[in-house]
């Protein structure tokens, strides 16, 4: 033994700044929500330009995920790994830049969300600036933490370090890969994939983000503070080594399952369907983990809110771990694909997993931290109750709205047609379950409101100067002794499962990193690869043009206003959405989407098909004022858009930029604002002949129209050889079947 | 000729099942090295690490 002892003590500071700014950020995403929930149910709430659905709700997912469950997973990171390694923070410099850099950045996104800059990928809408700006951050988090975990006196590394290794480096490659962008101005760009392969990247993301940011990081909270409030170990510690090596080989695999029955290649979503069921076992071992902890602890449940809020998270992860690989099954996702059983299914991990998880380590920490009594045990009392409830009032309601729409999406009469061909009506059946998500949520509100003024009581409390304790520890010794007591190992097989090398690896923190990171890049590379370089995956449609430069700006338009949050563009081969919006979706179709817009979620009809489908001036009105061609419709209205001038300077900029990407352009690289001038100018007089307003040859709803009427032409186009060219589409006024929407 | 031909025509994608074999290799490994006996002492030690923040549970 070493006989030398290290005087150190840790850092609680910065745990004390990331807990404030996870609770105070944590209420501002939940009111976002609680305001969008309420913009479904009266669309009169919506005021466009800023304080629409489509700009809020990549505000509110982007709140509640980087910077509620992100600042909750840094505070219980800094304050576990420092303590789990027996060591400080390498640099508090680091630490710091961490912190308000991170902060930053969720004002760079509470801003920039709301004015329109988007990327369109979901919980990856930032633009190229702010994308830089994380990757900073993340590389100097990452940096403070594998240097601390060099310099740690503690030989083994604690299962839940491993889970934020993990995660940190993971979370690094979906960010950089996801994001790679050619920009087109300060706060514009466009993705390098297109189509398929861009939903494929973009799913492959977001799946693992919800996998990396809001499932292992808190694992390994879990793994730490669950048996800190029980005061006894964890259950298996062999289970949680398992849970771990398993959700690092299953999860990344997974993605596909978000694109079923979509464009994207069978095979591969057939390995998201088997990967994502595989993970239901290792979930389910990391619950069953989780529970047993408290074995002969459960009376202090019935006593300590913490464990309680420990117990509802454990019991959300479970339930949300056994939905997801059900969901991913492809005959139950093409029922709930689209509709708001998603959103419950996100719910009850994002409000019971990760909320209740980090209000149980927020009020563990909060008197250690401050170093006084909680204020009020009551308030916590009401807190978890009141969160209870919320959840279980949002989720039933929304689960309910999912299954509701879902059937009657697919509902046949007798007689072979849609029973309920106006998509209205389908959403019209769920304002009353809408109703009560608002009343769950504000349930929820308020009892994070109880949770932040009992905070408040209790930092009022604390101590003139916070006591810090010095820790006395003897620093690893270069030469390893393994375990004395250990029976020699004799034979490949004994040396094998003896394992000395694996616990070798274990006091190599860099090279252990480098191993998973190993594991999730090569699953990601196998996985992706030949969707990018096999041609057979992609096959071209020959009728398939570019936009041309006022549809591509009307495409900024869309993606600007978020119309991607609530219309998807991509029709699945099922009978019942061929019926109701036409010719299913080729891959072929999205080779020129950068990104792709296939969206996730209908709240309103599909408009892959939508070119065409109605005359020029039905666009103009509707968007408008949508309720004067669909009393019911809950779109919010656009009226700015017949005043907004087209930014013409910038198009060609934009068109450079998609040329960059191999998009042949053709003449319209040299002359693309002259081209877009002509064909609004084409546009406008038509929409003044057919009696709507007059002079919009310059605003941006002439652009947003052409672009709407090219959607799904180029397919009409190739199989009716008496179409018009494919430059500037002129829309044929046919109503569709079935009428007004 | 494009990447994309060249490695359209090298038939990669029988390269995703190599790589799931090897995964689920990896895997048994690890399971076996868990539950393999002898490891007991290491993981009661290893468990006990959150509940003390002054004293390493595995020193040296």
């Known amino acids: 033994m070493n006989a030398r002892l290290d005087s150190f003590s840790y850092d609680d500071d910065i745990v004390r700044k990331f807990l404030w700014a996870t609770m105070i950020w944590g209420l501002v995403g939940f009111l976002v929500g609680l305001i969008i929930a309420i913009q479904l149910t009266m669309p009169e709430s919506n005021f466009a330009p800023i304080w629409t659905f489509g700009r809020l709700r990549p505000l509110h997912t982007n709140a509640v995920i980087f910077a509620f469950a992100g600042n909750a997973w840094f505070t219980g990171a800094y304050y576990s790994s420092q303590r789990l390694l027996k060591t400080r923070m390498w640099s508090d410099g680091l630490s710091k830049f961490h912190f308000w850099g991170w902060q930053a950045i969720i004002v760079a996104a509470a801003l920039s969300l709301p004015l329109g800059y988007t990327q369109s990928k979901e919980y990856a809408e930032l633009e190229w600036p702010i994308d830089i700006a994380i990757a900073v951050v993340w590389v100097a988090f990452a940096v403070n933490f594998f240097v601390t975990m060099a310099r740690r006196r503690e030989r083994h590394i604690y299962v839940a370090i491993w889970f934020y290794i993990a995660s940190i480096i993971t979370v690094a490659i979906l960010h950089i890969f996801n994001n790679l962008v050619v920009p087109a101005g300060a706060m514009k760009s466009y993705s390098i994939y297109a189509g398929v392969q861009d939903a494929f990247m973009q799913w492959w993301y977001g799946h693992n983000a919800v996998a990396f940011f809001l499932t292992t990081p808190f694992l390994g909270l879990m793994y730490y503070f669950l048996p800190k409030a029980a005061d006894r170990p964890v259950f298996s510690y062999k289970l949680s080594i398992l849970h771990f090596w398993t959700l690092v080989f299953l999860y990344i695999w997974a993605g596909p399952h978000h694109l079923h029955y979509t464009a994207l290649p069978e095979w591969a979503s057939t390995l998201g369907m088997l990967f994502s069921v595989m993970l239901w076992m290792p979930s389910w071992g990391g619950m069953v983990n989780g529970l047993l902890t408290l074995r002969g602890a459960w009376h202090k449940v019935t006593e300590d809110p913490i464990l309680k809020f420990f117990v509802v998270a454990v019991t959300a992860y479970g339930m949300s771990t056994f939905e997801g690989p059900m969901l991913s099954v492809k005959s139950v996702n093409a029922l709930a694909h689209y509709t708001d059983w998603i959103i419950a299914h996100v719910h009850t991990g994002a409000l019971g997993w990760n909320g209740f998880l980090t209000f149980g380590m927020v009020y563990w920490l909060a008197p250690r931290l401050f170093q006084t009594e909680m204020y009020s045990r009551k308030l916590m009392e009401w807190h978890f109750w009141l969160g209870t409830f919320g959840i279980l009032l949002y989720v039933v309601a929304i689960y309910s709205a999912g299954a509701t729409q879902g059937l009657m999406w697919r509902a046949f009469d007798e007689t072979g047609r849609l029973q309920y061909p106006d998509f209205v009506e389908t959403v019209m059946r769920l304002m009353p379950m809408y109703w009560v998500r608002v009343a769950g949520g504000t349930l929820w509100i308020v009892g994070t409101c109880l949770g932040l003024y009992n905070l408040f009581k209790t930092w009022a409390n604390r101590p003139a100067a916070y006591e810090v304790p010095v820790i006395q520890a003897a620093p690893l010794s270069r030469e390893f002794f393994d375990d004395p007591h250990a029976p020699a190992a004799a034979g490949v097989w004994a040396r094998f499962t003896n394992a000395s090398w694996h616990r070798k690896w274990e006091r190599m923190p860099l090279f252990f990193s480098v191993m998973t990171a190993v594991a999730v890049i090569v699953a990601s590379l196998f996985e992706i690869i030949p969707t990018f370089l096999i041609k057979s995956n992609v096959p071209t449609i020959a009728s398939v043009k570019p936009y041309s430069p006022l549809e591509l700006a009307g495409r900024d338009i869309y993606q600007r206003e978020g119309c991607f949050n609530c219309h998807s563009q991509m029709i699945r081969p099922f009978r019942y959405e061929t019926e109701r919006y036409g010719d299913y979706s080729k891959p072929g179709e999205s080779v020129y989407d950068h990104p792709f817009l296939w969206g996730s979620r209908r709240l309103g009809p599909d408009l892959a098909r939508e070119g065409g489908k109605f005359p020029d001036l039905w666009h103009v009105r509707h968007m408008y004022n949508p309720r004067e061609i669909t009393q019911q419709s809950i779109m919010p209205a656009y009226p700015k858009l017949q005043e907004n001038v087209i930014d013409f300077d910038n198009i060609q900029k934009h068109v450079d930029a998609m040329a960059m990407l191999g998009v042949p352009y053709g003449d319209a690289v040299n002359k693309a604002p002259q081209m877009a001038r002509e064909q609004a100018q084409q546009i406008a007089a038509g929409i003044e002949a057919a009696g709507g307003p007059k002079g919009l040859h310059d605003k941006e709803i002439v652009a947003l129209t052409a672009y709407l009427q090219r959607l799904g032409r180029d397919l009409k186009n190739a199989s009716a050889a008496t179409a018009p060219p494919t430059a500037a589409p002129r829309p044929a006024v046919v109503a569709a079947p079935g009428g007004n929407r | ?60």
Request: hydrophobic residues 50%.
């Open chain 2, 1 to 60: 000729m494009r990447l994309s031909d060249i490695m359209g025509a090298a038939n990669l994608s029988v390269y995703a099942e190599i790589a799931m074999i090897l995964f689920i290799v990896a895997f048994i490994a690890i399971v076996i090295l868990i539950f393999s006996p002898g490891r007991q002492r290491t993981y009661d030690a290893a468990s006990r690490m959150p509940l003390d923040d002054e004293h390493p549970q595995t020193p040296r």
